[in-house]
Nanobody
Framework: QVQLVESGGGLVQAGGSLRLSCAAS????????MGWFRQAPGKEREFVASINWSGSRTTYADAMKGRFTISIDNAKNTVYLQMNSLKPEDTAVYYCAADLRTPWRTPMNIWEYEYWGQGTQVTVSS
């Protein structure tokens, strides 16, 4: 079992920055990586970024590339999402997820992740 807790969300003006954190506990030795997803009201949950446990591989959605950076501190069992140049359309609940299936890549599909956090709200005002 893996438990995930997100933090760092909040209200920020357009152009500002936030850093989200996701702390993992439990059977973390079985994790191959972690990912971030987001879901806006009335929208489908969408992929944001993913990273393997060593931090050597990352994948980003096109909309986030160049503005968001995913990183991992495996000594702390924590993954981060640094979000810069935020836009109102970035407003969503952000979720982290644990990958226990794919040691060879950083997946970007919801079904490829086994465990999910409760989410943290990010609101970007214009």
């Amino acid at each position: 079992q893996v438990q995930l807790v997100e933090s760092g969300g909040g209200l920020v003006q357009a152009g500002g920055s936030l850093r989200l954190s996701c702390a993992a506990s439990g059977r973390t030795f079985s994790m191959y990586g972690m990912g971030w997803f987001r879901q806006a009201p009335g929208k489908e949950r969408e992929f944001v970024a993913s990273i393997n446990w060593s931090g050597s591989r990352t994948t980003y959605a096109d909309a986030m590339k160049g503005r968001f950076t995913i990183s991992i501190d495996n000594a702390k069992n924590t993954v981060y999402l640094q979000m810069n140049s935020l836009k109102p359309e970035d407003t969503a609940v952000y979720y982290c997820a644990a990958d226990l299936r794919t040691p060879w890549r950083t997946p970007m599909n919801i079904w490829e992740y086994e465990y999910w956090g409760q989410g943290t709200q990010v609101t970007v005002s214009s």
